[in-house]
């Protein structure tokens, strides 16, 4: 049973930062891929940027490309999104996800099984 928890979420101005943290348990991290998604009210959820846990390889959404970074620690079991040049449109639900997509589908929601409780983000 997979476990997902994230933290580091809170409100900054525009042009700050933040860094997003989730702590993983319950299966072989390093077989899979974590991610990040979110969700402004209204919105469908938009997948952010995931990372291959055995490989690093990092993959992001256009929309976050140069400002956001996804990294993990895996002695520590976590993986973090540094999120630089704030933006309002950034402002939303933050989860953490875990999964296994395929190429070409690593930012589809319905190939992580596994979801963490979300972390809000609000840039003013």
């Known amino acids: 049973h997979v476990q997902l928890v994230e933290s580091g979420g809170g409100s900054v101005q525009a042009g700050g930062s933040l860094r997003l943290s989730c702590a993983a348990s319950?299966?072989?991290?390093?077989?899979?891929?974590m991610a990040w998604f979110r969700q402004a009210p209204g919105k469908e959820r938009e997948g952010v940027a995931r990372?291959?846990?055995?490989?690093?390889?990092?993959y992001y959404a256009d929309s976050v490309k140069g400002r956001f970074t996804i990294s993990q620690d895996n002695a520590k079991n976590t993986v973090y999104l540094q999120m630089n040049s704030l933006k309002p449109e950034d402002t939303a639900m933050y989860y953490c996800?875990?999964?296994?997509?395929?190429?070409?589908?690593?930012?589809?929601?319905?190939?992580?099984?596994?979801w963490g409780q979300g972390t809000q983000v609000t840039v003013s």
């Open positions: 319950g299966y072989t991290y390093n077989r899979n891929c």
């Open positions: 990372i291959a846990t055995g490989s690093g390889n990092t």
């Open positions: 996800a875990a999964g296994t997509p395929p190429p070409s589908f690593e930012l589809r929601d319905g190939w992580y099984p596994a």
